[in-house]
């Protein structure tokens, strides 16, 4: 059963109210939404806000130039550098990594003069934890 009730100054005579036909005067206006706010943002998981940081590019000095790289990259450098000047949790977790992802594409490959330098540490590393444990004299 649809109401009926007198036209408004906007409303032409022929026009009648009723279900689906609201009141001119309470249509939305062109260009404005019956959402204004819209709908809110879906919350970021923990896997994306992970990524997003760890590829987010950040400015480094590297002999004397500025350059971009993603933070990942970064860290990974950092990571190299301290292990290479014989940091021991430096060492282990660069070992765990090489660990994990075994595959060596020619940007991991080691030239012999890394492979020395690689060796060098860890028997220095082996010296550390004899000493450390007591053991006087190590097996070679």
């Known amino acids: 059963m649809s109401r009926s009730r007198r036209p408004g100054p906007s409303e032409s005579s022929d026009y009648t109210v009723g279900f689906g036909r609201p009141p001119q005067g309470s249509r939305f206006k062109p260009g404005q939404s019956g959402n204004p706010r819209g709908r809110p943002k879906a919350q970021k998981s923990?896997?994306?806000?992970l990524s997003e940081a760890l590829f987010m590019p950040v400015a480094?000095?590297?002999n004397g130039q500025r350059r971009r790289?993603?933070?990942q990259a970064l860290l990974f450098r950092t990571l190299m550098r301290d292990a290479l000047r014989g940091d021991r949790h430096?060492?282990?977790s660069l070992l765990t990594l090489m660990k994990a992802f075994p595959e060596t594409g020619p940007e991991l490959r080691i030239t012999e003069d890394h492979g020395a330098r690689v060796r060098e540490m860890l028997d220095r590393m082996a010296q550390n934890m004899a000493i450390e444990q007591g053991v006087s004299e190590l097996v070679p």
């Open 90 to 92: 430096a060492i282990r």
């Open 46 to 49: 923990t896997a994306q806000m």
């Open 69 to 71: 790289m993603p933070a």
């Open 60 to 62: 480094v000095t590297e």
